[in-house]
Nanobody
């Protein structure tokens, strides 16, 4: 039973920083799969923010480039999203997501690629 649990969300001032964590359990640590961070602001669609692809490469949305960094421990148990210089538009519920065993076509930043989802952690910037 695969579970993803996010933590680290908080209220922060404009220009501040936060580090989100995602802990994955129930997944074979030797398997290769993409893991990403997504967010959904009130009244908006969910969007991809940052992803570590199967080959270890990283991809970021335009809004995240230069400010956010995704990283992962060697066991792929924990994935972090370091967010710096936070802006009002970063206010959202942030979700961690992992691919299933079968690769779905499309951008790694597309939520359709992902099978397993956490319940989210709220980030509020004011």
């Amino acid at each position: 039973h695969v579970q993803l649990v996010e933590s680290g969300g908080d209220s922060v001032q404009i220009g501040g920083s936060l580090r989100l964590s995602c802990v994955v359990s129930g997944r074979d640590t030797s398997s290769k799969y993409s893991l990403g961070w997504f967010r959904q602001a009130a009244g908006k669609e969910r969007e991809g923010v940052a992803v570590i692809d199967r080959d270890g490469s990283t991809q970021y949305s335009d809004s995240a480039k230069g400010r956010f960094t995704i990283s992962q421990d060697n066991s792929k148990t924990t994935t972090w999203l370091q967010m710096n210089n936070l802006k009002l538009d970063d206010t959202a519920m942030y979700y961690c997501a992992a691919e299933g065993d079968t690769v779905v076509a499309g951008s790694v930043l597309s939520e359709e690629r992902y099978t397993y989802w956490g319940k989210g952690t709220q980030v509020t910037v004011s």
